[in-house]
């Protein structure tokens, strides 16, 4: 059975950093990536990375967050740079097997990732 365990969450000032981690049980993905989600707000794509090692961010989100792997370890990483009040949120770690393309296809998109964590709670201040 696929595990999905984050870490790393936490409350930081305004530009202030943090790395989140995941921790995947050993099986081959075609893609992983991070989404977040605030109250009232839809879940969205915020990193994805593949197999070969591709990234994508969403457009909020880039360089400021580094998405990253450790593919001996199976630990997926998020490096989160120069916060701002609008990150906090819930973040979830996602996963795609590796007989699935829709990743691959659309991998910002939540419909895409089969295995899903708990979360972990980002929160910025002002």
């Known amino acids: 059975q696929v595990q999905l365990v984050e870490s790393g969450g936490g409350s930081v000032q305004a530009g202030g950093s943090l790395r989140l981690s995941c921790a995947a049980s050993?099986?081959?993905?075609?893609?992983m990536a991070w989404f977040r989600q605030a109250p009232g707000k839809e879940r969205e794509g915020v990193a994805t990375?593949?197999?070969?090692?591709?990234?994508n961010y969403a457009d909020s989100v880039k360089g400021r967050f580094t998405i990253s792997k450790d593919t001996a370890k199976n630990i997926l990483f998020l490096q989160m740079s120069s916060l701002r009040p609008e990150d906090a949120a819930m973040y979830y770690c996602?996963?795609?097997?590796?007989?699935?393309?829709?990743?691959?296809?659309?991998?910002?998109?939540?419909?895409?990732?089969?295995?899903w964590g708990q979360g972990t709670q980002v929160t910025v201040s002002s």
């Open positions: 996602a996963a795609a097997p590796a007989w699935s393309s829709l990743a691959l296809r659309a991998p910002l998109q939540s419909y895409a990732y089969n295995y």
């Open positions: 050993r099986y081959t993905y075609s893609s």
């Open positions: 990375i593949d197999s070969n090692g591709r990234t």
